[in-house]
């Protein structure tokens, strides 16, 4: 079973809004960074236990890593991440189609450097800034 990424994505993710985000963490920037480098660490969890999973055609394994992941896209608004982990979830609950299960994650993977780049760009923005995003 191969895990590659998918050539051309069809799937455009919506990125989050970092000023939301800072909102939400009562405009203090320590926070936000702290916030951010979190859930680098999680999406790096994440990716490397659902690739394990997935090799070993475990729904379960699957299931749990997408349903523990969400709350963290969540928080940071990263939406189109948040659809497909939904999707994988849901796949994996009912035990169905690993097929799409593996082009989901490969949409996951592929999109996840996206969101990292405009949310690094955001923070350095909002660093210098807090008021410029």
Same mark, same amino acid.
């Given at each position: 079973?191969?895990?590659?990424?998918? /050539?051309? /994505?069809?799937?455009?993710? #919506?990125? /989050?809004?970092?000023?939301?985000?800072?909102?939400?963490?009562?405009?203090?920037?320590? @926070?936000?960074?702290?916030?951010?480098?979190?859930?680098?660490?999680?999406?790096?969890?994440?990716?490397? $236990?659902?690739?394990?999973?997935?090799?070993? @055609?475990?729904?379960?394994?699957?299931?749990?890593?997408?349903? #523990?992941?969400?709350?963290?896209?969540?928080?940071?608004? !990263?939406?189109?991440?948040?659809?497909?982990?939904? $999707?994988?979830? $849901?796949?994996?609950?009912?035990?169905?189609?690993?097929?799409?299960?593996?082009?989901?994650?490969?949409?996951?993977?592929?999109? @996840?450097?996206?969101?990292?780049?405009?949310?690094?760009?955001?923070?350095?923005?909002? $660093?210098?800034? /807090?008021? !410029?995003?």
């Amino acid at each position: 079973m191969s895990l590659q990424i998918l /050539p051309e /994505p069809t799937f455009k993710t #919506k990125l /989050p809004d970092m000023s939301i985000v800072l909102e939400d963490c009562y405009g203090e920037i320590e @926070y936000l960074n702290e916030i951010i480098t979190l859930f680098k660490e999680s999406i790096a969890e994440y990716v490397e $236990q659902t690739a394990f999973f997935i090799s070993s @055609y475990d729904f379960t394994g699957i299931y749990m890593t997408s349903h #523990k992941v969400k709350v963290g896209l969540e928080l940071m608004r !990263a939406f189109g991440l948040l659809e497909l982990v939904l $999707q994988m979830e $849901q796949l994996s609950y009912y035990k169905e189609n690993m097929g799409n299960i593996i082009k989901l994650f490969n949409l996951f993977v592929s999109e @996840y450097p996206l969101v990292i780049r405009s949310i690094e760009m955001q923070q350095s923005r909002l $660093q210098h800034n /807090p008021v !410029a995003c």
